[in-house]
């Protein structure tokens, strides 16, 4: 591995963590008309009776024939947890990359990325042809796939895993939280909080930064 000109890397889950309480997917799904199913299939989820692609496949279907200016649009509207703008800045002035790993869709990330500048965004794509989603899912996406895109990001930014931290709140978090030097459960499941590090209640995402310091000089 070559020297990398960054201290780490924070990968920040986005439903349940940057977006508080139900998540992007039912931010959306209340626009196009099946949240109802989507908790039911979310709270199976988490139960573990139903797998993501699952959970992907019952909720892709309802964006057919939505258009993906459409989209975009609601993700406006998206609730946020307080303090991403300065917690992002935090982590580029001490040399942390911040990057979004999670099972939100990838619009999700597309806007989140672009909107507060972090460095890159995973997550299952649904499928579109002539700019309307069709239903379908292009590419799905687990929680093992959230901890490898991590990993792989850490390569190329030239760091081990162990100069990286995790954010997140649940389950889905959990391979990600075994494989990097710092983990921490932000209002999070009891699975998370027993998996991390470090657990962290709050409503505003800065208070995640005296744990991330673990990751950076003492004197910075």
């Not at 965004?121 to 292009?138: C, F, I, L, N, Q």
Request: charge should be negative.
């Amino acid at each position: 591995m070559l020297p990398s000109d960054h201290a780490g890397a924070v990968f920040f889950d986005v439903d349940g963590t940057l977006v508080p309480g139900a998540g992007s997917s039912a931010h959306l799904a209340g626009f196009l008309g099946h949240r109802d199913e989507l908790a039911a299939a979310e709270d199976a989820y988490a139960a573990g009776a139903l797998d993501n692609r699952e959970v992907s496949e019952l909720d892709a279907a309802g964006w057919k024939g939505v258009e993906e200016a459409q989209v975009s649009g609601w993700l406006q509207e998206l609730p946020l947890v307080p303090g991403i703008p300065e917690t992002v800045d935090w982590c580029r002035r001490h040399r942390l990359v911040p990057v979004l790993a999670t099972l939100a869709w990838s619009p999700v990330g597309a806007h989140l990325a672009g909107r507060f500048g972090f460095h890159a965004y995973s997550g299952p794509r649904p499928e579109v042809v002539d700019g309307r989603y069709t239903g379908r899912v292009a590419r799905h996406f687990d929680e093992y796939g959230k901890r490898d895109f991590a990993l792989a990001q850490a390569r190329q930014l030239g760091l081990a895993p162990g100069s990286c931290a995790a954010v997140g709140d649940s389950r889905s978090d959990l391979p990600l939280f075994a494989s990097v030097g710092l983990s921490v459960a932000f209002n999070a499941s009891p699975g998370a909080r027993a998996a991390a590090t470090v657990s962290v209640d709050d409503p505003d995402l800065r208070s995640v930064l005296p744990a991330l310091r673990r990751l950076v000089a003492p004197a910075t």
